[in-house]
């Protein structure tokens, strides 16, 4: 069975750190690009970081550039997201996707996590 299961959110307060995984089980990261999305209530979904499969080679978007940090362990099929400083516009439900290429587009991923909430208040 194909599944990527997100885990790590939570409530955290502003300036906080959290650590999203995103494991990936029925196929192998390895040939994939990993993307993380992020849904606020009234929003839609946006892409916010992404690492592709071939160079790793990184995507972030301007709103967590310099605080967010994408990675992946292929021997352990898991994607991850470092979120440090985070500040309550960070607030969403955080979604992992595995695609053949990095995109914007929701359309291009073909597997989806079912999400993780993550709050940052005080």
């Known amino acids: 069975q194909v599944q990527l299961v997100e885990s790590g959110g939570g409530l955290v307060q502003p300036g906080g750190s959290l650590r999203l995984s995103c494991a990936a089980s029925g196929f192998t990261l390895d040939y994939y690009a990993m993307g993380w999305f992020r849904q606020a209530p009234g929003k839609e979904r946006e892409e916010i970081s992404c690492i592709s499969s071939s160079d790793g080679n990184t995507y972030y978007a301007d709103s967590v550039k310099g605080r967010f940090t994408i990675s992946r362990n292929n021997a352990k099929n898991t994607a991850y997201l470092q979120m440090n400083n985070l500040k309550p516009e960070d607030t969403a439900v955080y979604y992992c996707?595995?695609?053949?290429?990095?995109?914007?587009?929701?359309?291009?991923?073909?597997?989806w996590g079912q999400g993780t909430q993550v709050t940052v208040a005080s």
């Open positions: 996707a595995a695609g053949l290429f990095c995109s914007a587009y929701v359309d291009q991923y073909k597997y």
